[in-house]
């Protein structure tokens, strides 16, 4: 299966765009990935959603201080990836 790879945790503030990179992930075959990204977990009031969640680097805008933690899985339509996961620490 390919290998996904959600990209190095950040740091933000609320309203500053954060853009996620799973460029990193790959296919040993070198066929081509589908990405999927969707939060694990983040700060209980936040209605945030990812835009572009399907795309290698999707991005969102923090509504609430706290932690978001991104998941990834990649598949190369046959074999689907184990879940890798970053965290992005949202300060004021």
């Given at each position: 299966?390919?290998?996904?790879?959600?990209?190095p945790?950040?740091?933000?503030?609320?309203?500053?765009?954060?853009?996620?990179?799973?460029?990193?992930?790959?296919?040993?075959?070198?066929?081509?990935?589908?990405?999927?990204?969707?939060?694990?977990?983040?700060?209980?009031?936040?209605?945030?959603?990812?835009?572009?969640?399907?795309?290698?680097?999707?991005?969102?805008v923090?509504?609430?201080?706290?932690n978001?933690?991104?998941?990834?899985?990649?598949?190369?339509?046959?074999?689907?990836?184990?879940?890798?996961?970053?965290?992005?620490?949202?300060?004021?």
């Amino acid at each position: 299966a390919p290998p996904a790879k959600a990209g190095p945790g950040q740091r933000s503030v609320i309203g500053q765009t954060v853009t996620l990179d799973g460029s990193k992930s790959h296919d040993p075959n070198g066929s081509a990935l589908t990405y999927t990204w969707k939060f694990k977990s983040k700060p209980r009031k936040s209605t945030v959603t990812i835009q572009g969640a399907t795309t290698v680097a999707p991005t969102f805008v923090p509504d609430v201080r706290g932690n978001y933690v991104v998941q990834l899985v990649v598949s190369d339509g046959q074999l689907t990836s184990v879940a890798s996961s970053v965290m992005i620490q949202i300060k004021r």
